[in-house]
């Protein structure tokens, strides 16, 4: 279920991700000229957001700073690409959430990769993995950006809590975290072009997905 909270700091958490996320935008409009890394993801709500970010604030004061904290918490379904020309990015992916519908997601738990990375898990979900295979092939006809080999049918949907802690940090976060449980569910209703800025993954454009469904 979606976490309410009516505390007066969450108001200003929300201004201070508005204004983030407008200085995002305006970074990405004035990069056209260069190349910049470029993704696409679903965002949490708000409400969720803010708890994973509550969350790895409590990693961080704990084990130190962590590759987590570099975005605001999503679920991956384009890996970083570099272009040069963000608008053909932008128009595609309107394209692209004018044909899509919202999707319910439930994330259940947590888990790790190899590669040192905490994440909360998303449970297997058909109608997300058509969604992105065919996000995938579009971009790679529309484009050129072929998917990465990571990409492939056995991917993992997941939100990143933390990364690039030290080994001894990250197996000690490891085996606290791992009887841990956290829960929540939503339903994808936008789409994000982000885009990094050399330190951090800021946003370039949030698209309502076309159709819709209002259940919480």
């Not at 970010?53 to 379904?77: A, C, N, W």
């Amino acid at each position: 279920m979606v976490c309410k909270n009516s505390n007066p700091k969450h108001a200003i958490l929300k201004r201070i991700v508005r204004r983030l996320r407008a200085a995002g935008r305006s970074f990405c409009a004035g990069r056209d000229a260069g190349p910049v890394q470029l993704a696409i993801v679903i965002p949490l709500p708000d409400e969720i957001a803010h708890e994973v970010v509550k969350l790895q604030l409590s990693i961080f004061r704990q084990y130190g700073t962590h590759d987590g904290l570099e975005s605001q918490p999503h679920v991956t379904l384009k890996m970083g690409f570099p272009a040069t020309d963000i608008g053909s990015a932008v128009t595609f992916l309107e394209q692209q959430a004018a044909r899509i519908s919202s999707i319910p997601i439930e994330i259940d738990g947590f888990d790790t990769f190899d590669e040192g990375i905490l994440f909360l898990d998303v449970k297997p979900n058909p109608a997300l993995e058509t969604m992105r295979q065919g996000l995938l092939r579009d971009l790679e006809t529309a484009l050129g950006f072929a998917p990465l080999p990571i990409e492939g049918p056995g991917f993992r949907f997941h939100v990143t809590v933390a990364a690039g802690l030290p080994a001894r940090e990250f197996g000690r976060l490891r085996d606290e975290f791992k009887a841990r449980r956290m829960s929540f569910q939503f339903m994808a209703r936008h789409m994000d072009l982000i885009c990094h800025t050399g330190a951090h993954w800021v946003l370039c454009r949030r698209l309502k997905l076309a159709i819709t469904d209002e259940r919480s």
